[in-house]
């Protein structure tokens, strides 16, 4: 259908000329104006406090009490329950986070600017490896740590940003890409080559010398520092997207832990979504499937762009979380990725399979006619609120989000 | 907890942390190991290993850019040889090159952008599915080949007509052969190339065609299939129509072979008509019908041998000398014919009625008759017809097919000859004669009829023909050079006289 | 390539995308022929109101 075809040309247009630059960071309730006292973004489609899994619970509590809104743990969920809190998506207010992927207002998020279209997202910094709020823990250390960002690392990283302009994120990603990152499970390239270019501007803005030490220890010791930056970064690039109609193009894709969600440029802000599945990887010594959550996060919205298990091939040694394929293989998932794509981008490009940008635009259309579902490389949290991260794996986007969107999508073009 | 934890730091080795988590894991697999993780030694996976259980005071020496192992065993002889184990797989050069790429694309779409340049898609999906296919192909300007059947006319007359339209060439529904500039698709034979281009809505009487033509010293241009329906009224020729205007332009061909069941008189009109335009010399080979008048270009021929003589400019008919000694059962002389080529079939049907003999099949040519009660008459069946290969694989590819009917003619208390192919060649079983040769050793066949077979092949095949031929004669098969031939003889084993 | 300028069948090298049954490209692969094998399956899982759907909005 021309109407189709013309629709998705403008929205791959819209998603390939986005321009993310790196520009503050700043308070989550000055970043969203509406995001006020006991409420609380999270991840993935709606979900209410019944309906959480363990750790999406586990996280909610910790972030009450570092928000002050709960004397301690027990208190939060007693809160939670009676309904206290009133819990939104990430993506209804421009904002994206990892796993659990809870934002409040006192957080320091990351913003970056799409300077093509002038439009902004947000994600809060990444807590590191380990036990982490993401993850659903929610000790004394994790705490600490939300406040040291919030208090020190947060204020520091936008002074620095601002000293320097921004920090283009399309040519750091394009390096990155040919430094064997996909921007999902591997992010060492990006967050050092991020390392490099902010040290000069942190140094100049730091507070003194051990509060520099630590923010750029902070950053050094954390491979995955650069994945909340490059969700930011998909959710800028993808906001515009949204909305195009007779567009079959996904505009994000994410998980709250119970439920898989889709969004579709062509039927604007509706959810389609399926029970969400279990991820398949590799398992931290001393844990295994067992011990696993559903799958969880915003954090989906990288492949939505075109990265992570969609740039597999550009980071051979992460094809190894699917078990059995090996790093040779990397390039298959790009290949395959690239059935229920549009296009390539010409400015992502993977070295390794003769310079191939990443499949981009996923198309609805495809992914239904060749039953190809999305891949997506995901941290595994373990079930139980409060131990963190167990491994690292893939997972498949449900079909049934999929056909559900494509019926509503042909409806929405008048076609039954 | 009596087990027993060891720990190796590897001072400055560096391994991705994927790499080690899949070698933690076959080492932790190992038999009596508890638990084994290699991991780079930071504080924080060091603390990971210290909760897992596996962390000693060796270990804890380890800094960022070093690998800890650590592994806890039953037994310190276990966890000695899981350490070594881990080791040995630590120092193991980087392990299989693989394949160049274990992914295939699933649609025509990435398959094209695989192959930008690709002419040609073969179908050999479901036949719910294959037009779809081909429409898909035809869009993206390539000409498809259809081997799939249970195709509906409507989806074949509507495919065509878009084809037609873009230019393209739909070879099927249906189409079991082809040979487009010497490479055989489907099932096709080793034929050299040549000047005889082919049109055919048969495969197996195309195969035999190239076949006879091949031994006879000639070539092959082109040869292309149109799907047996192709002349039916519905669809009206217009892959046949295609395929001799490619066949006139093409500077290759020199003379253009038609093959075909007889068609209804309008569309042969058509198609005759067509050939007469041409300033090549053609064939015509509707088997099975009556003389017809012919454009000035063009002459008839009644068999397929008599379509290849005809092309290689040779006299129409040549019997081939009858073999001393074919002899059939006193007072018998019912022909019983099991195919797996339907034209073949056909043309044995065609060659039995000239004889004034009548005939039955399930695929009955113009003057046989529908296979009824079993009269004691002449039988010629088509194994390949869809009530012998429901749910089962076509004969040329699973000769077991026809073991049961075989079983039975050999029993048949009239029979005097039963009459069998060979279809050999790219695609077909890998010996069908030696397949044979294995039933006709397990049967009682004293008395029995005599058996009368031909082999549709050429000394290129993969089976080879005359390898073939040698193991039907050991097994007692009288083998004639040509299916005609093979005919002609069963008619003079019992006392007929052809009269063409 | 431009699809209406595709030269006819008999034209241009024979280049096979094969949907089906593997024996026929593996021979042809045997012999020399450029052949890509698709990893075909029903489209829309074979789903026949989806498989309609789709045919009407293309893809």
Not at chain 1, 290 to 316: Q, W, Y
Request: charged share 20%; glycine share 12%; hydrophobic share 45%.
């Amino acid at each position: 259908m021309k109407l189709i075809e013309d629709a998705d040309a403008e929205a791959l247009r819209r998603m390939l000329a986005g321009d993310p630059v790196l520009v503050d960071v700043i308070p989550a309730a000055e970043a969203i104006p509406e995001l006020g006292e006991g409420m609380i973004l999270h991840a993935g489609p709606p979900i209410g406090w019944e309906r959480m899994c363990g750790p999406m619970r586990g996280a909610v509590a910790g972030i009450a009490v570092a928000e002050g809104w709960a004397s301690d743990l027990g208190d939060a969920e007693r809160q939670a329950r009676a309904g206290a809190f009133a819990f939104h998506p990430n993506h209804h207010f421009g904002a994206v986070g990892p796993m659990t992927g809870l934002t409040t207002r006192g957080q320091p998020v990351m913003v970056v600017e799409n300077r093509a279209f002038g439009n902004r997202a947000f994600c809060t910094v990444n807590e590191g490896l380990g036990k982490v709020m993401r993850f659903g823990g929610n000790d004394a250390e994790v705490l600490e740590r939300l406040r040291w960002l919030r208090d020190d690392f947060g204020p520091a990283l936008g002074r620095a940003l601002r000293r320097m302009g921004g920090l283009p994120l399309k040519s750091l990603v394009a390096r990155g890409l040919t430094m064997g990152d996909e921007m999902h499970q591997r992010n060492v390239a990006c967050s050092g080559l991020t390392l490099r270019a902010l040290a000069p501007a942190l140094a100049e803005t730091a507070a003194g010398t051990a509060a520099l030490s630590r923010a750029l220890a902070f950053i050094a010791g954390n491979d995955q520092f650069f994945l909340n930056i490059a969700m930011a970064m998909g959710k800028a690039i993808t906001d515009p997207v949204r909305g195009i109609s007779g567009s079959s193009v996904v505009t994000a894709m994410s998980r709250n832990g119970t439920e898989f969600g889709i969004r579709v440029s062509g039927t604007g802000d509706t959810w389609f979504t399926a029970p969400v599945e279990m991820p398949e990887g590799l398992y931290f010594p001393g844990f295994t499937a067992a011990d696993a959550n559903p799958d969880m996060g915003d954090s989906a919205i990288v492949e939505t762009i075109g990265l992570g298990g969609f740039a597999m091939g550009a980071a051979p040694a992460v094809a190894g979380f699917v078990g059995a394929g090996a790093p040779s293989e990397a390039g298959s998932f790009t290949r395959r990725m690239g059935e229920i794509t549009l296009a390539r981008n010409p400015e992502w490009t993977i070295p390794a399979m003769d310079y191939l940008g990443v499949p981009t635009g996923i198309d609805i259309r495809r992914v239904v006619e060749t039953g190809i579902a999305p891949t997506i490389n995901t941290g595994i949290a373990h079930r139980k609120p409060g131990i963190g991260q167990v491994g690292a794996g893939v997972v498949r986007a449900p079909m049934a989000c999929f056909t559900q969107a494509l019926v509503a999508f042909a409806d929405s073009v008048g076609v039954s | 907890m009596s087990a027993v934890v060891l720990n190796e730091v590897r001072k400055g080795f560096y391994l991705d942390s994927v790499a080690l988590m899949r070698l933690s894991r076959s080492i932790a697999e190992m038999a009596e190991v508890e638990e084994a993780a290699l991991m780079m030694g930071t504080p924080a996976n060091r603390q990971i290993m210290a909760e897992a259980g596996l962390l000693v005071e060796a270990g804890c020496t380890a800094g960022g850019g070093d690998l800890v192992i650590g592994i806890r065993a039953a037994t310190a002889a276990v966890a000695e040889a899981a350490l070594a184990e881990a080791l040995a797989q630590l120092d193991r050069p980087a392990i299989r090159g693989g394949a160049v790429s274990a992914w295939r694309p699933r649609t025509l779409r990435s398959a094209l952008t695989e192959m930008p340049d690709a002419s040609l898609v073969l179908i050999s999906v479901p036949g719910d599915f294959a037009a779809a296919e081909a429409r898909k192909a035809i869009r993206r300007g390539l000409d498809a080949m259809i081997f799939s059947d249970n195709v509906s006319l409507a989806d074949e007359a509507a495919l065509k007509r878009e084809a037609q339209a873009l230019g393209r060439l739909v070879m099927g529904p249906d189409c079991g052969t082809a040979i487009i500039g010497g490479v055989p698709l489907a099932f096709a034979n080793a034929v050299p190339r040549g000047a005889i281009g082919i049109v055919g809505a048969s495969g197996t009487g195309m195969q035999e065609v190239s076949c006879l033509i091949a031994r006879g010293g000639g070539g092959i241009s082109h040869a292309i299939g149109v799907g047996g329906r192709d002349l039916k009224p519905e669809i009206g020729g217009i892959s046949t129509l295609m395929a001799i205007d490619a066949l006139d332009a093409d500077p290759a061909t020199r003379r253009i072979i038609l093959i075909s069941k007889p068609p209804q008189a309008e569309v042969a009109a058509v198609v005759l008509a067509r050939l007469g335009r041409s300033a090549k010399p053609a064939t015509v080979c509707f088997i099975g019908a009556r003389p017809m008048a012919m454009p000035a270009n063009a002459t008839q021929a009644f068999t397929l041998k008599g379509a290849a003589r005809a092309a290689l400019g040779l006299a129409p008919e040549a019997p081939a000398p009858i073999p001393v000694g074919l002899a059939v059962p006193a007072g018998r002389r019912r022909i019983l014919g099991l195919f797996a080529g339907g034209t073949l079939c056909a043309e044995a049907q065609v060659l039995l009625l000239q004889a004034g003999e009548p005939v039955r099949s399930n695929a009955p040519v113009p003057g046989a008759a529908r296979e009824g009660r079993a009269d004691g008459g002449h039988l010629l069946l088509d194994l390949g017809d869809d009530a012998f290969t429901r749910g089962r694989p076509h004969p040329m590819l699973d000769p077991s097919v026809r073991d049961t009917p075989l079983a039975e003619a050999l029993a048949d208390p009239q029979a005097a000859v039963v009459l069998l192919d060979m279809v050999i060649g790219y695609g077909a079983h890998a010996d069908p004669a030696g397949h044979l040769a294995r039933m006709l050793a397990a049967e009682p066949r004293s008395g029995g009829p005599a058996i009368i077979a031909s082999v549709t092949g050429t000394e290129g095949d993969p089976q080879g023909l005359s390898a073939q031929i040698a193991t039907l004669a050991e097994a007692g098969v009288t083998v004639a050079p040509t299916n005609a031939d093979a005919a002609g003889w069963a008619l003079r084993a019992i006392g007929a006289g052809t009269r063409r | 390539m431009s699809e209406e300028n595709r030269p006819s069948l008999l034209d241009r090298p024979v280049k096979v995308i094969n949907i089906g049954l593997e024996d026929f490209a593996r021979g042809l692969e045997a012999r020399g022929v450029e052949v890509i094998q698709l990893d075909w399956v029903p489209p829309a899982g074979g789903d026949p109101k989806l498989a309609d759907l789709l045919s009407k909005l293309g893809s």
